[in-house]
Nanobody, 123 residues
Framework: QVQLLESGGGMVQPGDSLRLSCVTSGGAFSSLTMAWFRQAPGKEREFVAAIKYIGSTYYLRSVKGRFTISRDNALNTLYLQMDRLRPEDTAVYYC?????????????????WGQGTQVTVSS
């Protein structure tokens, strides 16, 4: 059973940066497709970014160029570097994993989830 634990959220001002981390255990991290989703109050959970085990990356259009997803297979850790944050980026951010080669943008395709970390962007 894969377990995921996020950290790094917080409250920042527009234009600031944050880096989220997701430590995994209980599975072969290097073979997992990993992703970040987010959910704002009253909205559905939304795909943010994904990374294949070989390092190929995929992004939500509105975060491309501002957010960077990466992974350290030696540390079993997934990262999300978030730069030039905007108020509309405010949400709970979730780390997710699936034991498949191809990432998807559909939350139901990911069987493993972390508990989430709050990111608030406000002046």
């Amino acid at each position: 059973q894969v377990q995921l634990l996020e950290s790094g959220g917080g409250m920042v001002q527009p234009g600031d940066s944050l880096r989220l981390s997701c430590v995994t255990s209980g599975g072969a991290f290097s073979s997992l497709t990993m992703a970040w989703f987010r959910q704002a109050p009253g909205k559905e959970r939304e795909f943010v970014a994904a990374i294949k085990y070989i390092g190929s990356t995929y992004y939500l259009r509105s975060v491309k160029g501002r957010f960077t997803i990466s992974r350290d297979n030696a540390l079993n850790t997934l990262y999300l570097q978030m730069d030039r944050l905007r108020p509309e980026d405010t949400a709970v951010y979730y780390c997710a994993a699936r034991d498949a080669m191809v990432p998807t943008t559909t939350p139901a395709d990911y069987p493993f989830w972390g508990q989430g970390t709050q990111v608030t962007v406000s002046s």
